[in-house]
């Protein structure tokens, strides 16, 4: 193998372009990783990390675009003339929209005065100053942009309350405002029910399955995953869900997040006390007698939090319908387990959406035993620095360790595809447990994607004379661009058996488990 880097001055392009592009090159026979970044001192720290940041990179300015291909050696000029190819082919299509791109915050409010939000996507240590100048212009904020330090998260939420704006993140990822969904979002029917979120894939699953039960949302508020911290304490938070409570279209509030700091939490629930509105809360694997004093509804898992939400509108009779009765959940063990080796005894969970894959280590951890993780429940179940898997392992495949300099795996699947290849080597793996996430923002057919991964890996332990059990969920609706339905029918022509829920999911993998063992 070898490497080449290629340095573009002054030339700029957003970070959702390069990672679809980045892709492209990727697929190129012989090209091991292609990374394509601006060349920020983050994304050089990630290149260096990753053993990427060759000398041409290493003067690399922000406004410099920085291509760094690893590969076979006769196929690197070709990788580096096609990544030019696209780039020149994204700019001549952007140059010829007949709309104004503009280049600042400044120029698009210039362009669309009437505009009252705006979504900032800026590496971390320009985000804060451009969220000032929106806050300034009196514009609501959703900060995509992670890396942005505490401090400034917490001065810029205090400067929001001031202006009575929303301030969602640093690190939002998803948001329905208004029936518009923001970054990675489902699309949801316009109903009663609204949610403030700390968690992206928790907001994503909740919304989904409340719309899933034919209740739809009024707003779907992220806050950014810092906001429940000690340092920040709860300020976006606390003000979202008083806005709901104002709000006349908003019937029921619910808020998701993992656990808060416990102060945090005190003093969410002396707000929610205040509250006219029936309040759900749904704080992943945290304490309930967080909400003993308070007339709140607590709830364990998502799924708990979308079906009361939908009850509340619908009446409890008329909801339900994700739920496996213990023994259809014993059927679909025993159709699995009858087609294993003896040898076969271990779970791996391979995820993309965050708060799923936390929901997963709490729920086999309760239902089954302890679980290894690169986000343990214990210190000592923490994956080793090499992150191979240790015996029943459930792993966050977007947390920083495996995405530095790569695309988020609900964007690009691949990160996954070869993971489960991998454990697929392993004589004692027994089931794969695994998430597709639907919507705006994710890979136009990540169901199709990790199908034909799951097609190889069921090889593999066929041709050791076993049987790989995968047992998934999708999280999505009907609406979304890639369908609920096609996505799970996509999976099931792979022998994957497929849940409403993720919870449902994680009842049959460990029953499965216990089965076995």
């Not at 140059?95 to 971390?124: C, F, H, R, T």
């Not at 992220?222 to 019937?251: P, Q, Y």
């Not at 979308?306 to 409890?316: C, S, V």
């Not at 199709?448 to 049987?467: L, Q, S």
Request: charged share 30%; proline share 4%.
């Amino acid at each position: 193998m070898a490497k080449k880097a290629l340095v573009k001055e002054g030339t700029y392009f957003d970070s959702v372009t390069l990672m679809s592009i980045s892709t492209d090159i990727k697929a190129i026979d012989g090209v091991n990783e292609a990374t394509i970044v601006m060349g920020t001192d983050a994304n050089k720290g990630i290149l260096e990390t990753a053993g990427l940041l060759l000398p041409e990179a290493e003067e690399a300015k922000p406004n410099d675009l920085v291509i760094v291909i690893d590969g076979e050696e006769d196929v690197l000029d070709k990788a580096i003339e096609k990544t030019n190819e696209k780039l020149a082919e994204q700019k001549s299509s952007s140059d010829d929209e007949e709309d104004y791109n503009p280049g600042s915050l400044d120029g698009a409010i210039d362009v669309q005065p009437d505009s009252n939000l705006v979504i900032i996507s800026v590496p971390g240590e320009y985000a804060a100053r451009e969220a000032r100048k929106a806050l300034k212009r009196g514009l609501h904020v959703m900060l995509f942009s992670d890396n942005v330090p505490v401090e400034d998260e917490i001065e810029l939420k205090q400067m929001a309350s001031e202006r009575n704006l929303l301030l969602m993140g640093p690190d939002c990822g998803t948001s329905i405002i208004n029936g518009a969904p923001l970054a990675f979002s489902n699309v949801v029917s316009r109903g009663p029910v609204g949610i403030v979120a700390a968690s992206g894939t928790g907001a994503q699953a909740v919304s989904s399955l409340v719309d899933r039960q034919g209740v739809g949302l009024t707003q779907v508020i992220g806050t950014g995953g810092r906001d429940l911290k000690s340092k920040v304490k709860g300020i976006e938070m606390i003000k979202d869900m008083k806005a709901l409570d104002r709000d006349e279209d908003t019937e029921v509030i619910v808020l998701v997040s993992k656990p808060p700091a416990k102060e945090v939490s005190e003093k969410i629930m002396e707000e929610v006390k205040k509250l006219n509105k029936p309040v759900i809360v749904n704080f992943l694997g945290g304490d309930p007698s967080v909400v003993e004093g308070t007339d709140a509804i607590w709830t364990d898992t998502l799924e708990d939090a979308a079906l009361e939400a939908a009850a509340f509108i619908k009446g409890k009779d008329e909801v339900g319908g994700l739920s496996l009765t213990e023994d259809e959940v014993n059927e679909i063990a025993a159709e699995e387990t009858s087609k294993m080796s003896d040898e076969q005894k271990y779970l791996r969970g391979l995820y993309t959406g965050g708060t799923l894959c936390s929901e997963a280590v709490i729920l086999l951890t309760e239902k089954y035993g302890e679980m290894y993780s690169n986000i343990p429940l214990k210190e000592e179940l923490g994956l080793k620095e090499d992150l191979a898997s240790i015996e029943n392992t459930v792993i966050d495949l977007g947390e920083d360790e495996f995405t530095r300099g790569k695309p988020h795996p609900m964007i690009e699947p691949s990160l996954r595809n070869d993971r489960m290849l991998k454990e697929a080597e392993d004589k004692e793996l027994a089931v794969v447990l695994i998430d597709v996430v639907l919507g705006y923002g994710s890979h136009e057919d990540p169901a199709g994607e990790v199908a034909k991964a799951i097609e190889k890996a069921k090889e593999k332990v066929a041709d050791r004379g076993g049987y790989l059990s995968v047992i998934a969920s999708v999280c999505g609706t009907e609406k979304d661009p890639q369908n609920l339905q096609a996505q799970e029918e996509k999976l099931r022509q792979v022998g994957a058996k497929v849940l409403p829920t993720n919870v449902q999911a994680v009842r049959v993998a460990s029953k499965i488990l216990s089965d076995l063992n």
